[in-house]
């Protein structure tokens, strides 16, 4: 369900996790620059700016195309977001960090309310095995470094091209 992102803000590396308040999402705007927005709705945002979003930070991918989807009572915009890298659990509950492939980004979609933005990440089926990226401070220069593909729980985020 990507439950956290990794990307490059100016010269800082940033790990978001949908649970902190006030997380954000990098957006890629029209004009190519990117935008922070706020990334969803948590359960506990119960003010006035916020009550209008759905609770949660994902869309799936089948939910939104029915015509008879929640998704439909909202003003909304596929959107591009720049990740480095994104969080998903495996069906036992453990977390993996999987690099975003060269050239791609995750498919989300824009919320607009009175004006206000809310980003949501699109979600589809798991691959039947995904693997997982190094966790280390030595790089893996040789190759000599191998990680086991895991089984992913429902959902997975859409990637996009970036361009």
């Known amino acids: ?3 956290g992102v990794e990307f490059h803000w100016g010269e800082d590396k940033q ?4 649970p902190y308040p006030n997380a954000k999402l990098p957006v890629i705007r029209r004009d190519g620059g990117i935008e922070l927005v706020t ?7 119960n003010d006035s700016e916020a009550l209008p979003f759905p609770v949660n930070g994902w869309v799936r991918e089948d939910s939104y195309a029915r015509g008879d989807s929640m998704w439909n009572r909202y003003r909304s915009k596929p959107v591009r977001i720049a990740v480095d890298a994104f969080m998903e659990k495996d069906d036992k509950g453990n977390s993996h960090w999987f690099s975003m ?13 009175d004006g206000r933005w809310r980003v949501y990440v699109m979600t589809t089926t798991p691959p039947e095995n995904a693997i997982p990226k190094i966790e280390t401070d030595n790089h893996d220069l040789f190759g000599a470094l191998e990680t086991e593909p895991v089984q992913i729980h429902q959902r997975w985020p859409m990637h996009t091209s970036i361009g």
């Open 1 to 3: 369900m990507c439950g």
């Open 15 to 18: 790990k978001v996790y949908f």
């Open 39 to 45: 990334w969803g709705r948590r359960n506990e945002e």
């Open 101 to 113: 492939p060269e050239g791609q980004c995750l498919q989300g979609l824009l919320l607009i309310v």
